[in-house]
C-alpha cells in the first residue's frame, strides 16, 4: 500500500509502497478516502514531541470504509463509513488520561496511508451529514475543542468566550461548538485576514493580539468574558486574566508560544479564576463530541485538500501558518 513515512527526525516524508496491515482478531482495516494534518503531525516530523519512535506513518485524523476484519464475527462491519477515534488506551479515570495513552499516528502507524488497521472500538459511523473530506477533519482537533469547551470549560448558552489565536482547527472548532449553543465568541488573531474571516463566520468582534492593548478594548466594548479557550501561553497569557469576569475559567491545551512569565496571582486569587489543563479527551468525549456535531449539523471549515502524493506540500503549507481551518489530505 501507499503510505507517507517519517524515516528520520527532520526529513522529508518519503512516499512509497510498505506493507498492507496483519490484523489482529479485534481490529478492522480501514480503507482511508481522507485524512488531515494535526500539528502534532509537524511537531513530529521536526522533533518537537516526546518519545518519538521511527520509522512511522503519522496522521490521526481519518475516515473511510473498512473492507477487511480481523474476525468473522465483525463481518458486519464491512462496507460501513467511518470516522476513527485516535484515541489510544485513555483508561477508567474520565479525569485524565492513564499511562499507557498513546494517539493514533505515533508509535502506532497513522492515516497517512491508503490503509490503516484499529481496533472495532476505534471506528464510529461517519456523521451522514458530511462528506469524507469534512469527516476526516474532525477527530481530533473536534475532540480536543470539545473537552475545551465543555468538559473542561462549562460553557453554557449566552455566555462570553474568547478564543485566543483563531485560524488552526481546534480553534475553529472551539468557534463553531460555542456558536452552535449560543454564546457569544470573540476570537484574537495577528491576521487581519483571518480576523475578517472569522467575523464572516459569525465571530461578535475580533481583536489583533500584537496590538498591546487589545485586552484593554476588549474590555472596553466587551466587559469582560467568561471562558477562554489558549493554545499559546508565553507573555501575553497574563492578559487573558485580565479580560476575565469573576468566576471565570480559562482552559490552555498548547503553548505554542513558550513559559508564562507575567502571571498575576493578584488577579487569579482575587477574581477567583479557574486556569483548567486540557489535551485530547476521553472516549466519552468522542461519543459526544460526534452526537454534538451531528446533532447540531455542524460542518468544519476545510481551507485546503492536498494529495497523498503531495502530502510535503501539504505540511509546507500548515508550517507557513496560511490555513484557516484544517487542512485535508484526500486519497
Known sequence: MIAAVLEKIGERLRVSNIEKPTLLQDEVLVEIIASAINHRDIYISKGEYAAIKTP???????????????????????????????NNNWGDNENFQSNNYDILGMPTYGTFAQFVKVKVDRVHEKPKHLNFKEAAAL????????????????LETGQKVLINGIGGGVAQFA???????GAEVFVTSGKTEKLQASKDMGADKGYNYKDENWHKQLNAEVGGVDLVIDSAGGEGFGNLLKIMNPGGRLVTYGGTRGKVTNLSPQI????????????????????????????KKIKPTVDKVFTLANINKAFDYVNAQRQFGKVVISA
Open 56 to 86: 512511522c506513518v503519522l496522521g490521526s485524523d481519518g475516515a473511510g470504509k473498512i473492507v477487511k476484519v480481523g474476525n468473522p464475527v465483525l463481518n458486519n462491519h464491512l462496507g460501513k463509513e467511518v470516522i476513527i477515534n485516535p
Open 139 to 154: 477527530p481530533l482537533a473536534g475532540l480536543t475543542a470539545y473537552r475545551a469547551i465543555f468538559t473542561k470549560g462549562k
Open 175 to 181: 468557534f463553531l461548538f460555542a456558536k452552535a449553543v
Open 268 to 295: 487569579l486569587f482575587w477574581k477567583q479564576l479557574n486556569i483548567l489543563g486540557t489535551t485530547m479527551g476521553s472516549d466519552e468525549d468522542f461519543k459526544n463530541m460526534l452526537a454534538f456535531v451531528s446533532e
